[in-house]
């Protein structure tokens, strides 16, 4: 079990990481070089790995934090050509030829998935079962009969039925999906893991990356001024710590949450679960977010599973509610599944929205031809992970893909302008904070484990006291591109309303883009 915050991206410990075993850090302690430098040991730098590796290329992965625990061990782990954002609106943006890419790859990731968990005997719970997507109650069936024409324009298989399998509750029709999937990430990342070294992969933990190079003398350089040169470079730290400004424009982070509820087997039917209740994201204007999300996981015995519930998301930084959320959630989940016990886990992870629905994978669209970037994981990062599995390598390795041009980062969706020009908007109200007075007006007015912003003369301070009483005082100026942080009390970490990198209480780094701490407020 994870006991370290500073080994994963929030002091809430998430139910994978309570279930899986806790790797030692492997820090990198020499200049080294390699074919193929990965930046990121989540879902998508392992499973690009991987791909490398077996095939003879020669690979490094380096990761500040613990193998997966960043936003890969935040997830729910649904395996879904479901997507998050509704075909008809992946139509408007790519056409009816994009959607019907955008349900192949995304169909081809989950039976990726299920072939390297079969050949490499990875013991990561992996399970094929339905999907169910509904609208809440007294809701019109418009968007949901909409959707299901857009994905049989898509070439799934989907089906109404009249209620989603949940006993005693009425959804009304719904559509179901067959084919979906889920598994256990952690373990599944595991797997991948000991494939990668088998192979002659090399896997450097506890390694800050502070700068990702691209060019004939392509290198990346570690926070202790290590390098690591190679012939190709990938940026697949959920959020590219390499590109200051392109994809950040394009891209949103939204926080959300999720709660596991302890049930006995049998009480949940074995199935994936979505509605589609919407709710404003903060003012950012890009558009509906799917608002629960449900499946269930083996529980600590044989008569015992969670019932993992997600959804009550925003603009990350932009809400300070955390706990009325996770209520939210509870009463959702218990409104339907009654005989759902208490909460046994709570945490909060971030999703990057990208502006057109589909994340950018491929070529780094303000770099080199040889640095290639993963982000923009739209909700469904396990399946987009698995995507940059099977199209990066190809990129490197012959230089196209079929699925390159649908995933292109620097692509320009002409039809997602107003979202853009709205995002964008809402990134530069939050330079407003400059001007504002702080949220405590001294730091005496903290208690033990408690933060808060205030202002010094010109100055705003991000200031927190530690269980032992002791002051903490660091400047609130995110060293990307300078927004103030706001503190989040639920996960002890301060959290940036511009592009989501997130520190924790003593100002480090967990997630990017910003590559630096906060600074010392001396």
């Known amino acids: 079990m994870a006991t370290h915050q500073e080994e994963r991206a929030g002091a809430n410990l998430s139910f994978w990481e309570a279930t899986a075993e806790e790797p030692a850090l492997h820090p990198l302690r020499e200049n080294a070089g390699a074919d193929v430098c990965i ?32 936003m890969t061990a935040r997830t729910t782990a649904h395996l879904v050509n479901a997507l998050d954002d509704r075909y008809y609106d992946l139509e408007k943006y790519h056409g009816e030829d994009g959607a019907r890419m955008a349900a192949q790859s995304h169909s081809a990731a989950i039976d990726r998935i299920e072939k390297i968990a079969f050949e490499e005997k990875i013991e990561c719970d992996f399970e094929r079962l339905d999907g169910y997507l509904f609208e809440p109650p007294n809701e019109s069936l418009k968007n949901l009969e909409k959707e299901f024409e857009a994905c049989r324009r898509a070439g799934l298989e989907v089906e109404w039925v009249k209620n989603a399998p949940i006993d005693g509750f009425e959804t009304h029709r719904a559509i179901r999906f067959p084919r979906q999937g889920q598994m256990h990430p952690l373990k599944y990342l595991k797997g991948l893991m000991d494939a990668i070294v088998r192979d002659g992969g090399r896997i450097f933990t506890g390694t800050r990356v502070e700068e990702a190079i691209g060019g004939t003398n392509a290198r990346v350089t570690t926070a202790n001024k290590l390098t690591v040169t190679a012939k190709a470079v990938v940026v697949a730290s959920n959020s590219p710590i390499n590109d200051r400004y392109v994809i950040h424009t394009k891209q949103a982070p939204y926080t959300t949450y999720v709660i596991g509820l302890q049930v006995r087997r049998g009480d949940v039917a074995r199935a994936l679960f ?90 780094n669209p303000s770099d080199n031809e040889n640095v290639y970037v993963v982000t923009g994981d739209s909700g469904n990062g396990m399946t987009h992970g698995a995507i940059a599995g099977m199209l990066i390598p190809e990129l490197i390795r ?36 400059y001007f504002t007075g702080g949220d405590a007006a001294s730091a005496d007015d903290l208690k033990p484990g408690e933060g808060a912003v205030i202002r010094r003369g010109v100055k705003k301070i991000a200031v927190y006291r530690d269980e032992s009483g002791a002051l903490h005082e660091m400047t609130a100026v995110c060293p990307h591109l300078k927004c103030i942080v706001h503190w989040n009390r639920t996960e002890t970490t301060w959290d940036c309303p511009c592009h989501g990198s997130r520190f924790d209480a003593l100002g480090k780094v967990l997630n990017g883009p910003a590559v630096a701490d906060l600074a010392s407020a001396g």
């Open 274 to 363: 979505w509605d589609t209740a919407e709710r404003a994201g903060m003012e950012t204007g890009l558009g509906p977010v799917a608002y629960h999300y449900v499946r269930v996981a083996k529980g600590d015995g044989a008569d015992n599973e969670i019932l993992i519930v997600g959804g009550e998301d925003h603009k990350s930084g932009q809400a300070d509610d955390f706990e009325q959320r996770f209520q939210r959630l509870e009463d959702w989940a218990t409104a339907r599944w009654p005989k759902a016990g208490e909460v046994l886990f709570h945490w909060s992870g971030q999703v990057m929205e990208p502006i057109d629905g589909l994340a950018y994978i491929g070529r």
């Open 39 to 70: 930046v990121g040991a989540g879902i998508a730098g392992l499973s690009i790995a991987y791909e490398l590796s077996r095939t003879g290329q020669k690979v490094i992965v380096l990761d500040d934090g613990a193998i997966g625990r960043g």
């Open 398 to 433: 012959r230089g196209d893909h079929a699925w390159a041009k649908l995933y292109d980062p620097g692509r320009i969706t002409l039809r997602s302008a107003p979202d853009f020009a709205k995002e964008n908007i809402n990134v530069a109200t939050q330079y407003v904070d």
